[in-house]
């Protein structure tokens, strides 16, 4: 164990591969049924989740069980961590939070459960927050407020092909309004005290995109950020977005670009494309 406190996160965090292994991160997934059958999220890949929901099956997401953080916590304790701080997506769009502070109340050290209030990208930036905060040293309140704070400076910037994944996922929110004339926009939303709000109607994809574009340039400033940019079977998409903002965007720390898994996919469909926009 590299510090006396311990991060756990989930997997809706959708870190690029080994960046957790890197920061000492300990990751439990959510779970995910396709035609009936429930996994494990990293036991599906996003392309079979893609397909399903292109061929609109039944596609649902539900939360770790308690006993799974449960294992989790004692495992990390066995391992010789004093304290465990455990940061996951908002409680307003999931029950993992609940979860994981069910499971700390019989856990061996001291658990102290973040909720976000993001998911995604933005959740995956307050994670590495903490982590790093942890492998300072960090005392279990700082590296708890670590993860809070940067997830409150964090900004995530949604663009979907179509709100119906949204509406059958029950997660569309305050977003509904957009429904009655969904056939004729494309939506771009965001996150607001923890669920997916509308932010603007744009008449044509092409117009979307270009807007998300500029909204995330216009958001990050003249700031030190990372930017994440996420899509789901929208590489190219994603990859020239990134591109674009590496030449726009003055003071860039990190980008990582990358595909969400699908719990998320499940909820915002092909197409979807996302930036994260993260102050240090």
């Known amino acids: 164990?590299?510090?006396?406190?311990?991060?756990?996160?989930?997997?809706?965090?959708?870190?690029?591969?080994?960046?957790?292994?890197?920061?000492?991160?300990?990751?439990?997934?959510?779970?995910?049924?396709?035609?009936?059958?429930?996994?494990?999220?990293?036991?599906?890949?996003?392309?079979?989740?893609?397909?399903?929901?292109?061929?609109?099956?039944?596609?649902?997401?539900?939360?770790?069980?308690?006993?799974?953080?449960?294992?989790?916590?004692?495992?990390?304790?066995?391992?010789?961590?004093?304290?465990?701080?455990?940061?996951?997506?908002?409680?307003?769009?999931?029950?993992?939070?609940?979860?994981?502070?069910?499971?700390?109340?019989?856990a061996p050290v001291p658990v102290t459960v973040v909720d976000s209030g993001t998911i995604g990208m933005g959740l995956g930036f307050a994670a590495l927050s903490a982590a790093a905060t942890a492998l300072s040293d960090g005392t279990a309140e700082q590296v708890a407020e670590a993860a809070s704070r940067r997830a409150a400076l964090t900004r995530s910037l949604i663009y979907v092909d179509t709100l119906e994944h949204l509406r059958r996922g029950g997660r569309i929110g305050a977003a509904a309004n957009l429904l009655g004339s969904a056939l004729m926009v494309k939506p771009l939303l965001d996150i607001r005290e923890g669920r997916l709000a509308p932010l603007e109607k744009v008449r044509t994809s092409a117009r979307a995109l270009a807007r998300l574009e500029e909204l995330a340039v216009t958001e990050a400033g003249d700031r030190r950020v990372d930017l994440g940019v996420q899509h789901l079977a929208a590489a190219s998409r994603a990859e020239s977005l990134a591109a674009r903002l590496r030449e726009r965007v003055p003071d860039i720390a990190d980008v990582y670009v990358g595909e969400v898994g699908p719990v998320i996919g499940a909820h915002v469909g092909p197409g979807m494309l996302g930036v994260v926009v993260a102050p240090q």
């Open 1 to 106: 164990m590299g510090s006396a406190v311990a991060v756990v996160t989930d997997s809706t965090a959708y870190l690029p591969p080994g960046l957790a292994e890197r920061h000492g991160l300990t990751v439990v997934p959510l779970q995910i049924a396709v035609g009936g059958t429930t996994r494990d999220e990293d036991d599906i890949t996003t392309a079979e989740a893609a397909q399903a929901l292109r061929e609109w099956q039944p596609v649902t997401t539900s939360r770790p069980a308690p006993e799974r953080f449960a294992d989790v916590y004692r495992a990390i304790a066995g391992s010789g961590a004093r304290e465990i701080v455990s940061v996951h997506l908002s409680a307003a769009m999931s029950g993992t939070v609940e979860a994981a502070r069910l499971a700390a109340g019989d």
